[in-house]
Each structure stands twice: as structure tokens, then as C-alpha cells.
């Protein structure tokens, strides 16, 4: 499997959020559509509002992991963009991971369903 690239322009960013589905939970929002690569591009979305720069690359960072670590249970050819909620600020590794792979089995993009601690954050 191939390693996934970052979704970079702004272009790309407002194709996804203006054709692409949504969905959130308590930390999370995903915006999926599908591309014509044959590998994923990942987009990663922290607004100020979140918090500073030292807080918005930490829930960056935590993403961009969460994301490759489970990268293999993902479909591919997919423009996936992730946005940060506020509540997401003070959260550990493993709730971010749960969030992601929560919104990505609501999404139907992969392999199993895990929904296990966020499924009832939904809004």
C-alpha cells in the first residue's frame, strides 16, 4: 500500500468541503469525496479558535498519527479532510484516534466499524 499524501492547496481544501459529506462528533469532523489517485490525501484543519500554534501542531500532530497508524483499514483513492473542534484541545492520543476511526466507520471508509468509546458523541 502506498503512502498517502497531504492535501495542500486551498483548492483542494474547498472541493472536499463543497462536494464532499460530513460528518462530526464531539472532537472531530471529517469531510470525505472521492478522488481520481488510486492513494488517499489527507488534510488536516486547526482553527485559532482551538487554541495557539503549540496546541493547534499538538491536535495536528495526534491526527496525522492517528491517520497513518490506521491508514491500512482506510479505502483508498479518498480526499479525507479533518477539522479540529475546540473540545478536541486538551484531549489525549487515544481519544483523537477513537474520534478519527469513530467518523471514518460513520463514513463507511473503513474496513471495520470502531466506534467504541465515541460513539455516543455524537451531535
Known amino acids: ?28 469532523v471529517m469531510y470525505v469525496l472521492k478522488n481520481q489517485y488510486m492513494k488517499n490525501r489527507l488534510g488536516i484543519s486547526v482553527s485559532k479558535k482551538v487554541g495557539n500554534s503549540v496546541v493547534r501542531h499538538r491536535l495536528t500532530r495526534l491526527i496525522r498519527e492517528s491517520y497513518r497508524l490506521n491508514e491500512a483499514e482506510f479505502e483508498n483513492g479518498l480526499d479525507i479532510v479533518v477539522v479540529a473542534r475546540p473540545q478536541a484541545k486538551d484531549r489525549t492520543y487515544h481519544e483523537i484516534e477513537s474520534a478519527l476511526m469513530h467518523l471514518a466507520g460513520k463514513h ?4 471495520k466499524n470502531n466506534d467504541k468509546e465515541v460513539s455516543d458523541q455524537n451531535n
Open 1 to 28: 500500500m502506498q503512502r498517502s499524501e497531504s492535501l495542500k492547496k486551498n483548492q483542494d481544501f474547498q472541493k472536499v468541503y463543497r462536494n464532499g459529506t460530513s460528518k462530526g462528533n464531539r472532537y472531530l
Open 108 to 111: 463507511c471508509i473503513a474496513g
